[in-house]
């Protein structure tokens, strides 16, 4: 029998696996003993570990931080590494199905976690079966690596690598098909007005979300009304300018996208300043966010634009506030996998205050860098595309960070099929009860490809 024969085996079983899972809310909730993210997180680990005892899998609970299942014998270890946590979903954000309740339609699953990972851990649970099945030699130990908390900080992977050690070679299905051969190194700071006039500002939700809606309540007759009305409308901004007492609030709506791309969203804090300079606003903060930030995405207000063959730097505007008189922001920047974070805080070195504000840089984490020729990412790119004939798409290097980053030799690959969008941390997320089979279909051919190097 082929492998594809064998995964569609356990299609009712991947479902009704899956099912169970997406019904335990597992978002980060309060710590309790024995609960280090909470109840739901918990409880999602020992349901997933259960499953794999039933397999018949050596399994390994840390201290409900993560936990593991083993198939095999041998000194080396391959890793699985995905996540049992998610991220928070709510019927009124605009599901069409209660997310905690996973609901097929037409061959398509729906559901916190169909996709991002729960339904990546249980494809992967299949393929070990499937691995089992064939009975051939394991002279690798084959682990399935449960996190709990990969969504709020992924201590659980730290707390697993501090117990177990990295692996000798591994995935993690969180990312991307044919595989992430890089992740951006990142550098994260926040700045401060020295001098302003400005009485009151707010804006965006988090540091990694371009800033989607920015109020800001200045002097009246401080600017031009006119000439920020023409900057709006050149502009495609929507906006609402109320007139108060002695003052102006002007609130501007942009475009959120993730910090990562943010050349795809429409950053609300950026445009109202912008705006406001162009309307002959004269403030020495404004003036600093201008020529540090501006509307550039790539860093190069604060002397940072850079790149390479992978990708360019780039740089967010997440959120603003003020208190005691003081205006604070933050910032998310990402840079290429082959430079490192002390030379892009040289880089800025000279950029980082004037008279208006300053920048302090809050620290950095390195890149992951595998080269695209490594063994690793050849293995597990040439098990993609035997299986699904794909020659054309080819690993990539990404802006975000997955648990890569937290164990050794190891790279996402999957979940994700190329150009698709499957709605994670979104309303909606979905995933093909197709593309899940495929999903373990493929795994069981990088396990093979894993156990030969
Ligand atoms: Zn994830």
């Known amino acids: 029998m082929d492998v594809h024969s064998m995964v569609n085996i356990y299609r009712d079983e991947l479902l009704q696996r899956l099912g169970k ?19 739901g997180p ?24 993560a ?26 954000d605009g599901w069409n199905t209660d997310p905690y309740v996973m609901t097929e339609k037409d ?61 000798d070679y591994g995935f993690t299905p969180d990312g991307d098909f044919p595989g992430v051969h890089g992740e951006k190194g990142m550098v994260g700071a926040v700045y401060r007005s020295k001098k302003t006039g400005i009485r ?16 800001i309540e200045v002097d009246r007759c401080s600017f031009s009304r006119k000439k920020l009305e023409d900057f709006f409308h050149n502009n495609d901004l929507e906006y609402v300018i109320t007139d108060k007492e002695n003052t102006i609030e002007i609130s501007v709506q942009g475009v959120a996208a993730h910090a990562s791309l943010p050349h795809l969203g429409v950053n609300a804090i950026s445009y109202l300043f912008a705006g406001l300079k162009e309307a002959g606003f004269q403030d020495p903060f404004c003036d600093f966010y201008c020529s540090h930030f501006g509307l550039y995405t790539d860093g190069t207000g604060v002397g940072a634009k850079c790149s390479d063959e992978y990708g360019e ?50 620290g950095g984490h390195e890149p992951l860098f595998f080269a695209p020729d490594s063994p690793l990412v050849e293995s597990l790119l040439e098990a993609y595309q035997e299986v699904t004939g794909d020659m054309e798409t080819q690993p990539m290097v990404i802006g975000g960070g997955t648990y890569a980053k937290g164990i050794d030799n190891t790279i996402a690959f999957g979940c994700a099929f190329p150009n698709k969008d499957y709605h994670i941390h979104d309303a909606n997320e979905f995933v093909e009860i197709r593309e899940l089979l495929l999903q373990a279909e493929i795994y069981v051919a990088a396990i093979q490809k894993l156990l030969n190097l």
Request: net charge negative; glycine share 12%; charged share 25%.
């Open 313 to 362: 730097l780039t740089l967010n505007n997440g959120v603003i506030g003020m208190k005691d008189g003081v205006i604070e922001g933050s910032i998310d920047i990402r840079y290429p996998v082959t430079y490192n974070t002390k030379k892009i805080i040289k880089m800025m070195e000279k950029h980082l205050e004037d008279d208006g504000g300053i920048i302090e840089i809050k």
């Open 107 to 167: 061959g398509v699953l729906y559901g916190r976690g169909v996709s991002d990972d729960k339904g990546a851990v249980v494809a992967s649970m299949i393929a070990m079966k499937v691995i089992k099945d064939m009975g051939i030699p394991l002279t690798k130990r084959i682990r399935l690596i449960m996190g709990t908390n990969e969504e709020t900080g992924s201590k659980c992977l730290a707390h697993y690598v501090e117990k177990e050690g990295s692996c």
């Open 21 to 39: 899972l997406v019904s335990i809310n597992s978002v980060e909730g309060t710590p309790e003993a024995d609960a280090p993210f909470g109840k």
């Open 67 to 92: 936990g593991y299942a083993e198939i095999g014998e041998g000194e080396q270890v391959i890793g699985i590494v995905g996540h049992l946590d998610v991220v928070p979903a709510f019927k009124e």
């Open 42 to 65: 918990k409880e999602a680990l020992q349901a997933a570990l259960a499953m794999c005892e039933k397999d018949g899998f050596k399994t390994v609970n840390l201290d409900n931080y």
């Open 200 to 215: 009151n500002i707010k804006g965006g939700t988090a540091r990694n979300i371009v800033c989607r809606n920015c109020t």
